[in-house]
């Protein structure tokens, strides 16, 4: 069955260093998403991806991230310079058409320790 | 603004006895609620939605939902745990608009003690 991959499973990094975080997204998936969850909090959206532009993004994603698809395969979020409250667990999401008729599909999460 | 409200961040059952997760949920519109779960080292699988329609949602692995508009609650049930069921449990609103992003409950975690 196909499956949203994400890599590294976990990152660790320096306070104000960059750090990208890579999902492989179901192949004929076009809605595509990142949400975070910082330990003993909620998911929360970050950024929706749809027809190679941010389509909705939230207060968190602010000019410290940004989203891209290089390759037509991968989805990367890139966080330019940490802070220490960006460490949390990154989720990659994709989706075939727009949700919610069509299921999000999660990958395993990366989880960035931020130090 | 939509919210999701989970009861209880840690339940514990007896493998057999009935599971019952509670989610409520603040929306001016008709939502849309979803039950995932999440089982260690893996992302989260979509258990069963509502959308539109009958308000008893019958999911994978035995679970179902019900939707109770009178008392914004979709809770999530099943009548019999199983070890298996063990994981961590979100519920989720999807916002009304055209990018599809979810909202999520904080999360519980489901014990099954043999």
């Known amino acids: 069955e196909p499956e949203v991959t994400q890599t590294p499973s976990h990152q660790v990094t320096q306070m104000g260093q960059e750090v990208i975080l890579r999902c492989v997204p179901i192949s004929n998936h076009l809605y595509f998403y990142w949400y975070r969850q910082i330990l003993g909090q909620k998911v929360e959206f970050l950024v929706s991806?749809?027809?190679?532009?941010?389509?909705?993004k939230s207060e968190i994603f602010d000019d410290q991230f940004s989203v891209e698809r290089p390759d037509g395969s991968n989805f990367t979020l890139k966080i330019r310079s940490t802070k220490l409250e960006d460490s949390a667990m990154y989720f990659c999401?994709?989706?075939?058409?727009?949700?919610?008729?069509?299921?999000?599909?999660f990958g395993p999460g990366t989880r960035l320790t931020v130090t | 603004a939509q919210s999701v409200t989970q009861l209880g961040s840690h339940v514990s059952v007896s493998e057999g006895a009935l599971v019952l997760l509670r989610c409520n949920y603040s929306s001016s519109v008709p939502p849309y609620l979803f039950w995932y779960v999440q089982y260690p080292n893996q992302g989260l699988q979509l258990l069963l939605k509502?959308?539109?329609?009958?308000?008893l949602v019958k999911g994978i692995n035995g679970f179902e939902a019900e939707f109770k508009k009178s008392e914004t609650s979709f809770h999530l049930t099943k009548p019999s745990a199983h070890m298996s069921d063990a994981a961590e449990y979100f519920c989720a609103v999807s916002v009304t608009s055209n990018t599809g992003k979810l909202i999520f409950g904080q999360g519980t975690t489901l014990q099954v003690k043999p």
């Open positions: 999401a994709s989706s075939e058409r727009l949700p919610p008729s069509y299921e999000q599909y």
């Open positions: 509502y959308t539109t329609g009958a308000t």
């Open positions: 991806f749809y027809n190679n532009e941010i389509s909705e």
